[in-house]
């Protein structure tokens, strides 16, 4: 099956260039896991279009999602060795290759407007983009995929601390996994688009993903409640061959990264709620919804937060010095 995949990454690329030989001066082959109906899928294609529009053409992006090219693990290494030019990672995925990444996964600790919004540009953000250089890509975007989280589940809601004891739960990053098993919780990590089929066939009990990615995956289908909480920070890294993005003159060079900036800017959290418009968007389906208030957040934040706080540090000898830096956003 790997290789029949490769063989259809390979075929799909190399009609896609022949395609566009005489169309841009650039290819731009964009590669990521996002189905069409996710907000940051969406972003990425008003950046195809902006990147058009501020080259004047010169370069085509051309986006394959879904994992139509590349699984979500293999996208870094695809863009590493020149196979796409680009690709957009979810941060979640950089704990093997890039530790320090995982500060994002820390409970509680840049979730906020405010601190999100001051990142963009920081000293953090910096040092963030210098560690995956030094992994043979080049960030162009820090593409803010949530700032929260929602719990789902079929038997009751995951409210309190007490309510995580021994549920079955989708983990998102070994980091982050820390919190859950704090809380009592047996996480199984798993990618968005394996999370409908293990909570149908009673792998995992409960879900945990953006509002928007739970109703883009229909986990509604599977699950009765649900509960919004400010727990973390997901980006998806837009990332580009070094080689490649060399290649391009300065100008060029320019029009797309003012395309990153405007898909940046786009994505922003509008205020500190926790994503309103997900939320309704969960309860016109039938999903009970709850949103967690200041005094439930910090009851979860009590128990998770110290103990990813102390496995992160052991990871990266730069651990403290990040958490010092986003603190100070």
Not at 286 to 304: D, F, K, N, S, W
Request: hydrophobic share 45%.
């Amino acid at each position: 099956m790997k290789v029949a995949f490769k063989f259809a990454a390979v075929a799909i690329l190399s009609a896609s260039a022949f395609a566009s030989a005489h169309a841009a001066d650039y290819t731009m082959r964009l590669s990521h896991q996002l189905p069409a109906s996710h907000h940051v899928a969406k972003a990425l294609e008003q950046f195809a279009e902006d990147v058009k529009t501020n080259t004047s053409g010169q370069v085509e992006v051309q986006l394959f999602g879904g994992e139509q090219l590349f699984k979500g693990t293999q996208n870094h290494a695809a863009v590493a060795r020149g196979q796409v030019e680009a690709a957009s990672v979810v941060s979640l995925l950089w704990g093997g290759t890039v530790p320090e990444v995982q500060v994002f996964s820390i409970p509680y600790l840049m979730t906020s407007r405010e601190k999100i919004n001051n990142f963009y540009g920081s000293d953090a953000a910096k040092l963030l983009n210098e560690k995956l250089q030094q992994k043979g890509v080049t960030n162009i975007a820090w593409l803010l995929d949530a700032n929260n989280a929602t719990f789902t589940s079929q038997k009751h809601p995951l409210i309190a601390p007490e309510d995580f004891k021994g549920v079955k739960i989708r983990g998102l990053s070994r980091l982050s996994d820390v919190g859950f098993i704090a809380l009592g919780a047996a996480p199984s990590t798993m990618p968005g688009s394996e999370v409908y089929q293990g909570l149908q066939t009673g792998v995992i009990d409960a879900g945990v993903s953006s509002a928007s990615a739970v109703y883009a995956r229909r986990y509604y289908e599977v699950q009765k409640y649900a509960v919004a909480t400010p727990l973390l920070t997901v980006f998806q890294n837009l990332i580009v061959n070094p080689r490649w993005w060399a290649s391009l003159p300065a100008d060029v060079q320019a029009g797309v990264a003012k395309a990153a900036q405007s898909a940046e800017q786009t994505l922003l959290p509008k205020s500190d709620a926790v994503d309103p418009e997900g939320v309704a968007k969960l309860e016109t389906v039938g999903m009970v919804v709850t949103v967690h208030t200041p005094e439930q957040i910090q009851a979860l934040e009590r128990v998770m937060q110290p103990p990813v706080i102390e496995e992160f540090q052991k990871t990266t000898a730069d651990g403290q010095k990040l958490i010092e830096m986003i603190k100070q956003l």
